[in-house]
């Protein structure tokens, strides 16, 4: 242990007075270039689905049938992007109804909706 340690010590004290030169040459640091800059992503406003007498709409997904917020007692074609989540949002106003849907269908596996599939929205 003693050794080590005194070896230890005059390790320190060869570097200490450069007695380990890297015989590597010198690099130069190059500086980075500044960030390039990032153009802000333009996002379309929400604007409601607008809805007839009945309480139908042509739907944001092309003509597919759905109900305005609120509606409810209808039918939703099941367009290609949709989840059960995305359908209680437009139908609802919030995605967290997504239950009342699959309540609604039985047999309804969310995993394997097929587009055109039509669903019961209670």
Same mark, same amino acid.
């Given at each position: ?9 005059? =390790? ?5 007075? *450069? #007695?380990?030169?890297?015989k590597?040459?010198? +690099?130069?640091?190059?500086? !980075? ?29 092309? =003509? ?5 917020? *609120? #509606? ?6 099941? +367009?290609?992007?949709?989840? !059960?989540?995305?359908?209680?949002q ?33």
């Amino acid at each position: 242990m003693r050794g080590r340690l005194a070896w230890t010590i005059v =390790g320190l004290a060869a570097v200490a007075m *450069g #007695g380990c030169k890297s015989k590597q040459p010198k +690099q130069e640091v190059t500086e !980075l270039p500044p960030p390039a800059a990032v153009e802000p992503v333009p996002v379309e406003p929400y604007v409601p689905v607008a809805t007839d007498a009945g309480g139908v709409s042509s739907g944001p997904f092309g =003509g597919a049938p759905t109900l305005g917020f *609120g #509606g409810g007692g209808g039918e939703y074609i099941v +367009q290609r992007g949709d989840t !059960l989540w995305s359908i209680s949002q437009a139908q609802y106003g919030t995605g967290q109804r997504w239950r009342d849907i699959v309540n609604a269908n039985p047999g309804l596996v969310p995993e394997r909706m097929a587009v055109g599939q039509k669903l019961r929205i209670p």
